[in-house]
């Protein structure tokens, strides 16, 4: 198990009484990226808030191990201090929690290190250079009056901060225009180079993959995962779609 950063054996999750996932096994090693694809409704976000714990979803078979440790039963913040993070479809807006003090209060729990102003300051702006995030925005409330595009390359501004060994990044790509995707894509490229951590790309589009390495895809409908390959499946999707896959 110890060669695995993600092992999931056979989860089953409900939301509200209903089995939402029916028996998800993956397995994610350290440095890899893999893409999860699917229909909407197939339980691909229900996949990433089970593995990240939010407990309106609830893991009622099987495992999640991380790192070698079993996290089935652990609590939201303990994963995200393991080295977890999920971005979010539509991050919430924050008033009165400006952008720069959420991340440097979320980078120090995480590290359990206080970081002095001057050097979180500088790490913060050259994160906002890759993605050409105007510096105004870091001491405005988190996400208060931003664009869908500022909102998403807030994340993964939090994503190049907080340095995770597995970010979940759930449909990142969403409602962006081509600029924007290009631009969030390359904040990923730039913690898939530099940096040893994995990553799970959940969405149904492929634009944001264009620039990225991508090791395995997986299909999931119905709550099950129909179909596993490398980078050429995703080639496959964008040619015939998801049809193929769905009987």
Known sequence: MAEQLLHIENLKVNVEEKEILHGISLDIAPGETHVLMGPNGA????????????????????????????????AV??????GIYLSFQNPLEVPGLTLSSFIKTSVEQ??????????????????????QMDPSYADRDLNVGFS????????????????PAL???????????????????????EYQKNHDGALLIITHSTRILEALRVD??????AGKIVADG?????????????????N
């Open 230 to 246: 490398g980078a050429g499946l995703v080639d496959q999707i964008n040619e015939n779609g998801f049809e193929q896959f769905l």
């Open 110 to 131: 995480k590290t359990g290190k206080h970081i002095r102003i001057w050097d979180f300051r500088k790490q913060l702006r050259a994160a906002m250079d890759v993605l």
């Open 77 to 82: 913040d303990q994963r995200a201090k393991a």
């Open 167 to 189: 970010a979940i990044l759930d449909e990142t790509d969403s409602g962006l225009d081509v600029d924007a995707v290009r631009t969030v894509s390359r904040g990923v490229e």
């Open 43 to 74: 339980g691909k976000s229900t996949l990433g808030y089970a593995i990240m714990g939010n407990p309106r979803y609830q893991v009622t078979s099987g495992k999640i191990v991380f790192n070698g440790e079993d996290i089935t039963e652990e």
């Open 216 to 221: 395995h895809t997986h299909v999931l409908a």
């Open 148 to 163: 869908g595009g500022e909102k998403k390359k807030a994340e993964i501004l939090q994503l190049l901060m907080l340095n």
